[in-house]
């Protein structure tokens, strides 16, 4: 008899989500975290005497049905939302968009463009949700449920008629650029709409895909398509904390500096583990939550997997460019509109704002004006502005020159749209694509474990054979943000493999 049913690599939210599931369904489970600590890109890093989120400062695509069937809230989850948006540079006027009505202080035109562009959005995110949330229907279906299943999700596409199913297809491989200047015509709304899009891709407002990056990062369980930035109390670490209380309650037994060095492979069937210090640990399931070139080309034995899948496992795209940036400060900033503080501040006020920042990551260089997503948090040392920065690319900081040379276009940029920042600055911390790969062992330091890029989502995510959470190793499942539906804090890929292993 095997020492656990189902071993859990990662303790990351997508593996304390899958060991949650699984343990509460009765299946003696083990998770194995390499780190001291959980939470991955949940979790909080520590300078000087200062704490703060490491890479994610916000949970808003969070998925519902994780928290009520886990029962979060009993574990000390606390949500809420934030007070809006305020888009801001150092030469445009500020647009705030409230979360009570992000609309209020637009154009009548600009009104009505948006409320229709919603429309789409949340017709597109309807007719897709059960495969933006669910599992995939099965390109080979083996029974009548399958097939039912597969020709279920053309017929929603279709049931949205002639009028709006030309709309919803075409907008989903359109720029970012086409779908909102054929919508609204204030650049600022436009940056608004556009720059949560593009977290975790290889694009720019002018690249073809955003569309459906649009829809990805709205999805149907968002109230809106301007919705204000979803916090919880303590910052994500407390979500993960939630995660750990409930897989534990469950059952689950969680071991951190539990480094897995090779996942152990009989006959073709997925047996066990053994971990860096060599102790064995056999199972008779390994849900493995780390990126898919990890699973399948670092932990597993050279030879298990076909020639041609390994390649494709090696050719999955983990350009990582996104960077954080914590600054620790004696006080909050004056804003030209108070109540911000309490939500996101964007800087980068226009399209052609955001594609130049982008535009030096293709070359590894530093923009000058980098798109800043900005969030001001209460520690208990204090207040501290977590930075997210979008199209910082792991080779434009490879060295102490580099890295000096991010940070001080992240604060001057901050600086340019709100004067008097840098007064408050008494602490620093940066990480870049190249700390997110070396703390969290994350392939090409990308927080999303891959690129969402339309050739790398819903079949084709992670690789094409692989978009049901299975491996061609018997007994082997993959489980993290680099799965199907993709990655960012919703806790769904977890949920779906470990849906995956109990339905085996």
């Given at each position: 008899?095997?020492?656990?049913?189902?071993?859990?690599?990662?303790?990351?939210?997508?593996?304390?989500?899958?060991?949650a599931?699984?343990?509460?369904?009765?299946?003696?489970?083990l998770?194995?975290?390499?780190?001291?600590?959980?939470?991955?890109?949940?979790?909080?890093?520590?300078?000087?005497?200062?704490?703060?989120?490491?890479?994610?400062?916000?949970v808003?695509?969070l998925?519902?049905?994780?928290?009520?069937?886990?029962?979060?809230?009993?574990?000390?989850?606390?949500?809420?939302?934030?007070?809006?948006?305020?888009?801001?540079?150092?030469?445009?006027?500020?647009?705030?968009?409230?979360?009570?009505?992000?609309?209020?202080?637009?154009?009548?035109?600009?009104?009505?463009?948006?409320?229709?562009?919603?429309?789409l959005?949340?017709l597109?995110g309807?007719?897709?949700?059960?495969?933006l949330s669910?599992?995939?229907?099965?390109?080979?279906?083996?029974?009548?449920?399958?097939l039912?299943?597969l020709?279920?999700?053309?017929?929603?596409l279709?049931?949205?008629?002639?009028?709006?199913?030309?709309?919803?297809m075409?907008?989903l491989?359109?720029?970012?650029?086409?779908?909102?200047e054929?919508?609204?015509?204030?650049?600022?709304?436009?940056?608004?709409?556009?720059?949560p899009?593009?977290?975790?891709?290889?694009?720019?407002?002018?690249?073809?895909?955003?569309?459906?990056?649009?829809?990805?990062?709205?999805?149907?369980?968002?109230?809106?398509?301007?919705?204000?930035?979803?916090?919880?109390?303590?910052g994500?670490?407390?979500?993960?904390?939630?995660?750990?209380?409930?897989?534990?309650?469950?059952?689950?037994?969680?071991?951190?500096?539990?480094?897995?060095?090779?996942?152990?492979?009989?006959?073709?069937?997925?047996?066990?583990?053994?971990?860096?210090?060599?102790?064995?640990?056999?199972?008779?399931?390994?849900?493995?939550?780390?990126?898919?070139?990890?699973?399948?080309?670092?932990?597993?034995?050279?030879?298990?997997?076909?020639p041609?899948?390994?390649?494709?496992?090696?050719?999955?795209?983990?350009?990582?460019?996104?960077?954080?940036?914590?600054?620790?400060?004696?006080?909050?900033?004056?804003?030209?509109?108070?109540?911000?503080?309490?939500?996101?501040?964007?800087?980068?006020?226009?399209?052609v704002?955001?594609?130049?920042?982008?535009?030096?990551?293709?070359?590894?260089?530093?923009?000058?004006?980098?798109?800043?997503?900005?969030?001001?948090?209460?520690?208990?040392?204090?207040?501290?502005?977590?930075?997210?920065?979008?199209?910082?690319?792991?080779?434009?900081?490879?060295?102490?020159?580099?890295?000096?040379?991010?940070?001080?276009?992240?604060?001057?940029?901050?600086?340019?749209?709100?004067?008097?920042?840098?007064?408050?600055?008494?602490?620093?911390?940066?990480?870049?694509?190249?700390?997110?790969?070396?703390?969290?062992?994350?392939?090409?330091?990308?927080?999303?474990?891959?690129?969402?890029?339309?050739?790398?989502?819903?079949?084709?995510?992670?690789?094409?054979?692989?978009?049901?959470?299975?491996?061609?190793?018997?007994?082997l499942?993959?489980?993290?943000?680099?799965?199907?539906p993709?990655?960012?804090?919703?806790?769904?890929?977890?949920?779906?493999?470990?849906?995956r292993?109990?339905?085996?």
């Open positions: 008899m095997a020492d656990y049913d189902v071993i859990v690599i990662g303790g990351g939210h997508n593996g304390l989500t899958a060991a599931y699984l343990a509460g369904a009765g299946k003696r489970t998770l194995l975290e390499a780190r001291g600590e959980l939470g991955g890109s949940l979790a909080n890093t520590t300078f000087g005497e200062h704490s703060a989120p490491l890479g994610f400062a916000t808003d695509t998925y519902p049905a994780v928290v009520e069937d886990l029962g979060l809230t009993g574990h000390g989850l606390e949500l809420s939302d934030g007070s809006g948006t305020l888009v801001l540079s150092g030469t445009t006027e500020p647009l705030w968009l409230p979360a009570a009505d992000p609309a209020t202080n637009l154009s009548a035109d600009d009104r009505a463009g948006l409320a229709e562009l919603e429309r959005v949340n597109a309807v007719a897709l949700k059960p495969i669910g599992a995939l229907p099965t390109v080979e279906p083996t029974g009548i449920g399958d039912f299943d020709l279920m999700a053309g017929w929603r279709r049931s949205l008629g002639k009028r709006d199913m030309p709309d919803v075409r907008l491989p359109m720029t970012l650029r086409d779908i909102t054929e919508h609204v015509s204030d650049p600022r709304l436009q940056a608004a709409i556009a720059c899009a593009l977290h975790g891709t290889w694009l720019g407002p002018w690249s073809a895909g955003g569309g459906f990056a649009l829809l990805h990062h709205n999805p149907p369980w968002r109230s809106q398509l301007l919705g204000p930035p979803r916090f919880a109390k303590g994500p670490a407390a979500l993960a904390a939630a995660l750990s209380a409930a897989a534990t309650t469950n059952g689950a037994t969680v071991r951190t500096a539990a480094r897995v060095a090779r996942i152990r492979v009989a006959e073709g069937t997925a047996v066990g583990v053994t971990l860096a210090d060599g102790e064995t640990i056999d199972a008779d399931a390994i849900l493995s939550a780390c990126d898919p070139t990890t699973t399948l080309v670092d932990l597993l034995q050279p030879g298990w997997l076909a041609e899948k390994q390649r494709a496992a090696q050719a999955i795209r983990y350009r990582g460019t996104v960077a954080t940036a914590r600054f620790a400060l004696g006080a909050v900033p004056t804003l030209p509109v108070p109540e911000a503080l309490g939500g996101r501040i964007q800087i980068g006020a226009s399209l704002a955001l594609e130049q920042a982008y535009d030096p990551a293709k070359y590894d260089e530093v923009p000058a004006e980098p798109s800043i997503e900005l969030t001001f948090l209460e520690t208990e040392t204090g207040p501290v502005a977590h930075a997210w920065v979008q199209h910082i690319s792991a080779g434009a900081a490879t060295d102490a020159g580099g890295r000096e040379r991010v940070l001080e276009a992240i604060s001057a940029t901050i600086e340019a749209a709100v004067p008097g920042f840098a007064a408050q600055v008494h602490a620093t911390d940066l990480s870049t694509a190249a700390d997110f790969h070396d703390e969290l062992g994350l392939a090409g330091g990308h927080l999303y474990h891959g690129e969402l890029g339309m050739d790398q989502l819903l079949y084709m995510r992670p690789i094409p054979g692989m978009y049901d959470h299975s491996t061609p190793i018997k007994s499942y993959l489980g993290g943000p680099g799965t199907h993709g990655g960012g804090v919703t806790g769904l890929p977890g949920k779906l493999s470990a849906a292993i109990l339905d085996a």
